[in-house]
């Protein structure tokens, strides 16, 4: 039986190698003298999985051939960590979101799917720090859609100005409207016209009215408990610290984005381990 770690690795070099498009492409690319960029995305799928710096987890594959050659490479051939950090910004956000859909594609969904938002805070090395490459941002407003019976992340969209969630539901169901059925969601996606749009595209809104009126109190009561609860799990997911993280480390708002992308799809992966 092949650990945990070879697990996840085997995996992660799967999905990499089809997000960037090239299952065949060698590791090293020796005719121009660098790594094949989903190389480069299942280390940091490592780093991402085993809460490491870059500098750290250089370090420690050094001690681990046999994950190393899952990689297509033995440990002298292991890039220098400060390739590994550079190479994640030259990825367009695409191969990032594409791994993600390719991690979510490993379950099956169900019948409910949830949608959440909550506020992820920046973490820099110091105050004197974030003023020397002018951090001015303290958060990323986080929204994700999951499968409440599988758990899994099936979408993530992030940003840096903080919109109203009614702005953000839309955005994110219309690209999984092949893999939602019923959406649950709280009051703060309380928009009519999200409810008649998911209507149209023969999806069931469940969402929670906010109480202006007496009518909108007559609506809520009118909802299934035991559907709306499952709003709970997307909640839940954003209280497991240890892999979704509290803070996020990346001193960019591109780099953020791609942060949260890839911390969504190594939870994912993760999943499929114990499944």
């Excluded at 051939?65 to 002298?76: C, M, N």
Aim: a positive charge; hydrophobic letters at 40%; aromatic letters at 8%.
């Amino acid at each position: 039986m092949h650990s945990k770690l070879a697990r996840f690795t085997e995996r992660c070099v799967a999905l990499s190698q089809k997000a960037v498009g090239y299952d065949s492409q060698p590791p090293i690319k020796k005719e121009e003298g660098g790594y094949a960029d989903w190389v480069i995305i299942a280390i940091h799928g490592l780093r991402e999985y085993l809460d490491h710096t870059y500098r750290q987890l250089l370090d420690v594959l050094q001690e681990m051939p046999d994950i190393v050659a899952k990689l297509g490479l033995s440990v002298d051939e292991l890039p220098h960590f400060t390739t590994v950090c550079s190479r994640k910004q030259d990825l367009k956000m695409n191969v990032w979101r594409t791994l993600l859909a390719l991690s979510a594609d490993l379950f099956d969904t169900g019948e409910i799917q949830a949608i959440d938002s909550t506020s992820i805070a920046h973490r820099s090395s110091s105050h004197n720090y974030a003023k020397r490459v002018k951090g001015t941002f303290e958060s990323v407003k986080t929204t994700i859609l999951v499968d409440c019976s599988t758990r899994a992340i099936l979408d993530v969209h992030c940003s840096m100005n903080l919109p109203h969630d009614t702005q953000i539901a839309w955005k994110v169901l219309k690209r999984n409207l092949s893999n939602v059925k019923t959406v649950v969601a709280d009051k703060g996606f309380d928009w009519d016209d999200l409810r008649q749009m998911l209507r149209n595209n023969g999806i069931r809104p469940v969402i929670k009215h906010r109480e202006f009126y007496s009518l909108d109190a007559a609506h809520n009561a009118r909802i299934d408990d035991n559907t709306y609860h499952h709003r709970s799990i997307v909640e839940s997911i954003f209280a497991l610290r240890k892999r979704f993280g509290s803070t996020i480390k990346a001193r960019t708002w591109f780099g953020q984005f791609r942060e949260l992308v890839l911390k969504c799809a190594v939870r994912n992966i993760e999943q499929t381990l114990t499944a």
